[in-house]
């Protein structure tokens, strides 16, 4: 079964800082991996995605995840946060193929301070 | 606009009421899934369709859940006799799907949140 770990139910950034939010993934067989964004209220929104190929995906808003085998991370990064940014985000798995369950991680609340 | 859409978006009912949620996905998209999210937890698994058929449910869904996709268009999720632990956000998404199969991107609506008294 797939299943991701985020690390770290809250972070908190500057305003202008590097935004990363960590997630691992534990899969069998080479998956599919996504980050989506929940803003207070609305549904969640597909921020990027990794379908095996290239293994540093951009996504909108500046945002990009970096998918590394050896240590079975896909974590996100932004060079600089912006106030917009505060939001729910969330790291996926599904398998690759045919159907896929995508079965999502806890969570991570960012808060970017002005 | 034509997102995938749900309603109601907020129900409150007395425990042992049976409550019904619709969503409508995005016309084109031939997969429909339900999810269940909890404060402070991310979407669970509930059931997937694809059209009208309903090919897997979640351990999650006790035989007091039901869903259906009539005609493989918009789909109903009924809880009966509803209890407090019910209370929740259900959310639906659906995808598109090729002959080989679909990357996983699901479009969400907004949900439909139970409190369950």
């Known amino acids: 079964a797939q299943s991701v770990t985020q690390l770290g139910s809250h972070v908190s950034v500057s305003e202008g800082a590097l935004v990363l939010l960590r997630c691992n993934y534990s899969s069998s067989v080479p998956p599919y991996l996504f980050w989506y964004v929940q803003y207070p209220n609305q549904g969640l929104q597909l921020l990027l995605k990794y379908t095996s190929a290239a293994t540093l995906v951009k996504g909108i808003n500046g945002f990009e995840a970096e998918f590394k085998k050896s240590e079975t991370s896909f974590h996100l990064t932004k060079p600089s946060a912006h106030m917009s940014d505060a939001a729910e985000y969330f790291c996926?798995?599904?398998?690759?193929?045919?159907?896929?369950?995508?079965?999502f991680g806890t969570g991570t609340k960012l808060q970017v301070i002005p | 606009d034509t997102g995938v859409s749900q309603d109601p978006r907020h129900k409150i009912t007395k425990r042992g009421q049976n409550v019904t949620f619709r969503c409508d996905p995005i016309s084109e998209h031939n997969r429909l899934y339900w999810y269940r999210q909890t404060l402070g937890q991310g979407p669970e698994f509930l059931t997937y369709?694809?059209?009208?058929?309903?090919?897997?449910k979640s351990r999650l869904l006790s035989d007091r859940f039901s869903a259906e996709r009539p005609k493989g268009s918009f789909s109903t999720l009924e809880i009966q006799r509803t209890e407090q632990g019910d209370s929740a956000m259900y959310l639906c998404a659906s995808s598109l799907a090729t002959g080989t199969g679909n990357t996983g991107e699901l479009f969400f609506g907004e949900g439909s949140r139970l409190t369950v008294l």
């Open positions: 369709f694809q059209n009208e058929a309903q090919l897997e």
């Open positions: 996926a798995v599904s398998k690759t193929g045919g159907y896929q369950k995508v079965t």
